[in-house]
């Protein structure tokens, strides 16, 4: 049994005084659940370590920088994540690549530098709507999948957190039916164990897309979708928790 996940990306929302409620109602109840996973701005790590540390809830960022230390005005390093008591980190997220420019050789190497400091990245990968109706949907998340394992080894998987994510579902209320997003976890899976079963049959494959109260248990029941990476349900703690409950 592969372990089930449910990451909250929470995106530039939030403050202090509001995740100060919404990690409070996250932890009372997701009680009991393991798995469970808050990524917040870099400015409310230290947030999220005062209030989440002792407590079954774990937490990470939602980008880091490539390099280790320097001039990299504006950037955050992956030992500063650790300081923070961070597990996780977001990687490749498609805001990141369509927004911020970040190509597969950049998302390979923050992925590298988030393993070098024991951090788990979470790896998102996902075709746009034009990507889908060309029919291109597994050319395009097996590139991205490929710099990564590329560049660090298909053993990292190990260590690793993958998260489906098609663009044409984020934000948009549309959300792949539970077959279609099926189909590319099993895809991804078949793959990775081309290059080796153990670590296939290992690795979770997280669905990110509109995840809802009412779509949630539908989409984790299907063999190869392991929990999911929340974005706007996140911030409602009722619906969030109601979702990882529907993983357990
Ligand atoms: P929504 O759940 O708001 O569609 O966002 C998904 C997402 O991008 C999580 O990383």
Redesign the pocket.
């Given at each position: 049994m592969r372990r089930k996940i449910v990451a909250g990306?929470w995106?530039m929302n939030g403050s202090l005084a509001e995740n100060g409620a919404l990690l409070k109602e996250v932890v009372a109840g997701s009680s009991g659940l393991s798995g469970v996973v808050c990524c917040s701005p870099y400015p409310y790590l230290f947030q999220l370590q005062r209030e989440l540390q002792g407590t079954h809830v774990a937490w990470g960022a939602q980008n880091l920088s490539q390099f280790e230390r320097g001039a990299y005005t504006g950037e955050v390093s992956a030992a500063m994540l650790v300081d923070f008591g961070c597990s996780y980190v977001?990687i490749g997220?498609?805001?990141r690549r369509a927004i911020f420019g970040e190509t597969s050789m950049t998302v390979a190497e923050k992925f590298k530098a988030a393993q070098d400091s024991g951090l788990i990245p979470i790896l998102?990968l996902g075709e746009t709507l034009a990507e889908r109706e060309a029919g291109i949907t597994e050319a395009v998340v097996g590139e991205q999948f490929d710099a990564v394992a590329g560049l660090a080894g298909i053993d990292a998987f190990e260590q690793a957190v993958i998260?489906y994510?098609p663009v044409w579902?984020?934000?948009?209320?549309r959300t792949a039916t539970p077959q279609q997003a099926q189909d590319v976890h099993r895809h991804l899976r078949d793959r990775i164990a081309l290059m080796s079963p153990d670590v296939a049959g290992k690795v979770p494959i997280l669905y990110?897309?509109?995840?809802?109260p009412a779509n949630a248990a539908e989409l984790f029941a299907m063999p190869d979708i392991d929990g999911g990476?929340?974005?706007?349900?996140?911030l409602v703690a009722r619906d969030f928790c109601e979702i990882c409950r529907a993983a357990a």
């Open positions: 990306n995106k977001i997220h498609s805001e998102c998260a994510e579902a984020i934000g948009t209320g990110g897309g509109s995840v809802k990476l929340i974005g706007g349900a996140s």
